[in-house]
């Protein structure tokens, strides 16, 4: 019995700064590069709010799953306090509504990465890059543990980088009333175009359905425990440090991209980011920027292939899934259970080829209602 344990145990090879930049990266997808903008078309200024509560909400619930991780650091993950606390029927239907969540996700994120192409190559087929992206991350992530944090940690400091960046030149142009592209940027801009709820109480709302979509994926942290070299110091860091990331991340840049333009003014097709510094003139900023949320789309894949395989293992371990999943390859990556879901996430590359044009909205919706049960369970 030891031995098979042994020979199914997941592989510690995560590092503090690998979990400090996967829980960055989780706080920050495609949800807020892409998304953001038909968000910020439903709702107007009030978005910041939305992303306030929905923020604050998911503090609490990271508070919540660190508490349950560090009360007994032998679990793999949430799941298995599932199972203890709520029995194996919970655990099965959480689990797998967890793994549907992931791999709409991701095929909300394979789909922006075709529509991020498109900026550079207009003429390249939407259904071709997500396949070589998925068989990409599917190599890189059957190598081991390691490459994966080594991976989220350089795509985490490309997104944080190109934040600090938008939030620092959107707040000085506030400040100093820059004229952009026949505007003037300023915090005025918030409340200056039908105040700050715009769009009543109906669209501050319907807001919340992209902004819960901005954050999925906050909780992936969570299912580090078991690859974790030192849980204990490395989860609270994590976590306590959440509110300075939403307040940066989410509402410091919705703030600074509204003050440079009206909302009303900030197009659902393209990432506002993009928009913003085309404005402002900067050669090739576009360009930069585009790469930049290919890359948050890349990365949330990426997250996406280690969820799913880690809950898939986990669910196995608990005997809620074929004992199949939970062979491990040579450097303790569950490999059939990573062969499994990426063969699945290949149907997003079929619908993208029939129907390019309406597939982002259809998953990124599907996925979004799924991840909130989930989050209320784990409460």
């Known amino acids: 019995m030891e031995n098979h344990d042994q020979k199914n145990a997941l592989s510690r090879s995560l590092k503090s700064r690998h979990i400090q930049m996967i829980a960055i990266g989780g706080a920050i997808g495609t949800g807020l590069f892409l998304g953001s903008g038909s968000a910020i078309h439903t709702s107007g200024p009030s978005i910041i709010l939305s992303y306030l509560i929905v923020g604050a909400f998911c503090f609490l619930l990271m508070r919540g799953i660190g508490e349950l991780l560090l009360s007994d650091t032998s679990k793999h993950s949430f799941l298995d306090f599932v199972k203890i606390y709520l029995g194996d029927r919970w655990e099965f239907v959480t689990g797998w509504t967890y793994w549907f969540c992931w791999i709409s996700l991701a095929m909300a994120d394979l789909t922006a990465t075709g529509i991020y192409i498109k900026y550079w190559f207009p003429n390249v087929p939407q259904w071709i890059p997500p396949l070589i992206i998925l068989l990409c991350l599917f190599g890189a992530n059957m190598v081991n543990v390691g490459l994966f944090g080594e991976m989220e940690s350089w795509f985490s400091m490309i997104k944080v980088v190109a934040i600090i960046l938008l939030v620092v030149v959107g707040f000085g142009l506030a400040l100093f009333h820059a004229n952009v592209d026949g505007s003037t940027a300023s915090f005025s801009q918030l409340v200056n175009h039908g105040g700050f709820f715009p769009t009543g109480a109906h669209g501050f709302l319907m807001s919340f359905q992209m902004v819960v979509f901005a954050f999925v994926g906050i909780e992936m ?44 003014k900030i197009t659902t097709t393209a990432s506002p980011f993009v928009q913003v510094f085309s404005g402002i003139g900067i050669v090739g900023a576009a360009g930069i920027l585009n790469f930049v949320v290919l890359t948050a789309a890349v990365s949330a894949t990426n997250s996406c292939l280690f969820s799913t395989s880690r809950t898939m293992y986990a669910l196995s371990m608990g005997g809620n899934a074929s004992s199949f999943l939970t062979r491990l390859g040579r450097n303790g990556v569950p490999n059939i259970a990573l062969n499994f879901s990426t063969a699945f996430l290949l149907i997003i590359v079929v619908l993208n080829y029939f129907i390019p044009a309406g597939v982002f909205n259809l998953v990124s919706s599907v996925s979004t209602f799924p991840f909130f049960l989930f989050w209320v369970v784990l409460i």
Not at 234 to 249: E, H, M, Q, T, Y
């Open 221 to 264: 942290v969570g299912l580090t425990a078991g690859e974790t070299d030192d849980p204990e110091s490395n989860l609270p860091k994590a976590i306590n440090s959440l509110p300075i990331r939403i307040g940066l991340f989410y509402v410091g840049s919705m703030i600074a991209v509204m003050s440079v333009y009206p909302w009303d």
